[in-house]
């Protein structure tokens, strides 16, 4: 059983995030999105919020598994019996801090893998921050994150 996690704050998911859990999805037999506790100093959705939406929008892929993670990333791929973590990179400008992050998990623990997936190129643009930030300004995020999820920044953004 190849089981790989895919860690990330994920507020919320978009369609990048999504496309790289459909990648990972048919490269192993487990995929786990993890969804950070303390990631985002100040986040939009809580944990459990965000969690409900990655779950509503990956429902159809049976492999695809959702929970919220606290703590060191490689306690908790230990912990799930996972072998390699993923991480997406959409640009050159991501790989540095991706690096960093590689290198150092694997110095906690040289067991834990990164995985790097580029997500469709019409996606390297998008991220969680840019989506907030034209939600918040009234505009339309139709093409960037999945039904559910623009559904609830709506109302989030409402209250
Ligand atoms: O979506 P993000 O915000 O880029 O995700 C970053 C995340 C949550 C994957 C990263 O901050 C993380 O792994 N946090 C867990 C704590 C940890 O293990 N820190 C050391 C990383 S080298």
């Known amino acids: 059983m190849r089981t790989v996690v895919y860690p990330?704050?994920?507020d919320p998911l978009t369609n990048g995030h999504l496309d790289v859990i459909a990648r990972a999805a048919r490269l192993f037999d487990r995929v786990i999105v993890a969804v950070a506790q303390n990631g985002e100093k100040q986040p939009l959705?809580?944990?459990?919020?965000r969690c409900t939406l990655v779950r509503g929008a990956t429902r159809r892929l049976r492999n695809v598994e959702t929970r919220i993670f606290d703590g060191l990333l490689v306690d908790y791929v230990r912990g799930c019996d996972a072998q390699a973590v993923i991480r997406?990179?959409?640009a050159?400008?991501?790989f540095e801090f991706e690096f960093q992050m590689a290198l150092m998990n694997r110095k906690l623990d040289e067991r834990v893998e990164t995985i790097f997936m580029m997500p469709k190129d019409?996606?390297?643009f998008l991220s969680s921050?840019?989506?907030k930030e034209i939600a918040r300004l009234g505009g339309d995020v139709r093409d960037f994150v999945p039904g559910n999820v623009r559904v609830?920044?709506?109302k989030?953004?409402?209250e």
Not at 45 to 49: A, K, L, N, V
């Open 122 to 124: 019409t996606y390297t």
């Open 88 to 90: 997406g990179l959409r």
């Open 45 to 49: 959705f809580t944990p459990e919020e």
């Open 152 to 154: 609830a920044l709506r």
């Open 156 to 158: 989030r953004l409402k």
């Open 8 to 10: 990330g704050s994920f």
């Open 129 to 131: 921050r840019l989506v």
């Open 92 to 94: 050159v400008s991501d």
